[in-house]
Protein backbone atom coordinates (compact mmCIF):
# COMPACT_ATOMS: atom_id res chain seq x y z
CA UNK A 1 0.00 0.00 0.00
CA UNK A 2 1.16 3.18 -0.90
CA UNK A 3 1.75 6.60 1.35
CA UNK A 4 -0.58 9.24 1.40
CA UNK A 5 0.26 13.06 1.28
CA UNK A 6 -1.91 15.96 2.53
CA UNK A 7 -0.83 19.06 0.40
CA UNK A 8 -2.95 22.78 1.39
CA UNK A 9 -2.78 25.84 -0.21
CA UNK A 10 -3.05 24.71 -4.01
CA UNK A 11 -4.07 27.05 -6.25
CA UNK A 12 -7.79 27.28 -7.45
CA UNK A 13 -7.57 26.57 -10.53
CA UNK A 14 -4.80 23.65 -10.80
CA UNK A 15 -6.20 20.52 -11.77
CA UNK A 16 -5.15 16.99 -10.61
CA UNK A 17 -2.92 16.63 -13.58
CA UNK A 18 -0.73 19.57 -12.91
CA UNK A 19 -0.57 18.44 -8.97
CA UNK A 20 0.25 14.70 -10.50
CA UNK A 21 2.78 16.14 -12.30
CA UNK A 22 5.18 17.66 -9.58
CA UNK A 23 4.86 15.11 -7.44
CA UNK A 24 5.78 12.45 -10.38
CA UNK A 25 9.56 14.17 -10.65
CA UNK A 26 9.42 11.91 -7.08
CA UNK A 27 8.21 8.83 -7.48
CA UNK A 28 5.25 6.70 -8.70
CA UNK A 29 1.72 8.67 -8.31
CA UNK A 30 -0.85 5.92 -7.48
CA UNK A 31 -3.82 8.62 -6.72
CA UNK A 32 -4.72 12.73 -6.90
CA UNK A 33 -8.15 13.98 -5.29
CA UNK A 34 -8.96 18.06 -5.15
CA UNK A 35 -11.21 18.13 -2.16
CA UNK A 36 -14.33 20.04 -3.82
CA UNK A 37 -17.13 22.01 -2.68
CA UNK A 38 -20.04 19.39 -2.89
CA UNK A 39 -22.40 22.61 -4.14
CA UNK A 40 -20.12 24.31 -6.22
CA UNK A 41 -17.73 22.09 -7.46
CA UNK A 42 -14.93 24.48 -6.70
CA UNK A 43 -11.52 23.36 -5.05
CA UNK A 44 -11.16 23.89 -1.66
CA UNK A 45 -7.67 24.35 -2.06
CA UNK A 46 -7.15 21.46 -0.52
CA UNK A 47 -6.12 17.63 -1.62
CA UNK A 48 -4.66 14.26 -0.81
CA UNK A 49 -1.77 11.98 -3.48
CA UNK A 50 -1.04 8.54 -2.72
CA UNK A 51 2.48 7.61 -3.71
CA UNK A 52 3.46 3.49 -4.42
CA UNK A 53 6.53 4.19 -1.77
CA UNK A 54 6.84 5.85 1.83
CA UNK A 55 10.48 6.97 0.48
CA UNK A 56 9.35 8.78 -2.45
CA UNK A 57 6.96 10.27 -0.26
CA UNK A 58 8.80 11.77 1.83
CA UNK A 59 11.53 13.05 -0.78
CA UNK A 60 8.44 14.64 -2.10
CA UNK A 61 7.34 16.35 1.51
CA UNK A 62 10.50 17.29 1.46
CA UNK A 63 11.36 19.13 -1.79
CA UNK A 64 7.71 19.90 -2.08
CA UNK A 65 7.09 21.73 1.25
CA UNK A 66 7.31 25.01 1.14
CA UNK A 67 7.62 25.80 -2.47
CA UNK A 68 6.28 27.81 -4.52
CA UNK A 69 2.90 26.58 -7.17
CA UNK A 70 1.38 28.69 -9.64
CA UNK A 71 1.75 31.63 -7.51
CA UNK A 72 0.81 29.90 -4.24
CA UNK A 73 3.50 28.48 -1.28
CA UNK A 74 2.18 24.48 -0.98
CA UNK A 75 2.29 23.03 2.60
CA UNK A 76 3.05 19.47 2.02
CA UNK A 77 2.70 16.62 4.88
CA UNK A 78 2.04 13.49 5.83
CA UNK A 79 -1.88 12.60 5.49
CA UNK A 80 -3.06 11.25 9.03
CA UNK A 81 -5.47 8.99 9.51
CA UNK A 82 -9.33 9.95 9.21
CA UNK A 83 -10.89 10.13 12.22
CA UNK A 84 -14.51 7.90 12.68
CA UNK A 85 -17.62 10.48 12.07
CA UNK A 86 -19.82 7.99 14.61
CA UNK A 87 -18.77 7.66 18.62
CA UNK A 88 -18.51 4.28 20.54
CA UNK A 89 -22.26 5.16 21.46
CA UNK A 90 -23.01 5.07 17.43
CA UNK A 91 -23.81 8.96 17.30
CA UNK A 92 -22.27 11.37 15.37
CA UNK A 93 -19.39 13.16 16.77
CA UNK A 94 -18.82 16.60 16.43
CA UNK A 95 -16.41 18.31 14.07
CA UNK A 96 -15.37 14.17 13.31
CA UNK A 97 -12.87 13.06 16.15
CA UNK A 98 -15.01 9.88 16.79
CA UNK A 99 -13.45 10.28 20.67
CA UNK A 100 -16.55 11.84 22.21
CA UNK A 101 -13.78 15.46 22.59
CA UNK A 102 -15.33 18.70 22.47
CA UNK A 103 -19.13 19.58 23.03
CA UNK A 104 -21.71 17.32 22.74
CA UNK A 105 -24.26 17.63 19.84
CA UNK A 106 -27.99 17.92 22.28
Do not use: C
Not at 23 to 35: H, P
Not at 79 to 85: E, G, I, L, N
Request: proline residues 5%.
Amino acid sequence: MGKKVHIKNIPFNSTEQDIKDIFAEFGEVQSVKIITDAHTGQSKGFGFIEMELEADAKKAIAALNGKAFLGRTLTVAEARPQQPKYGPDGKRTPFGRGSGQGRSWR
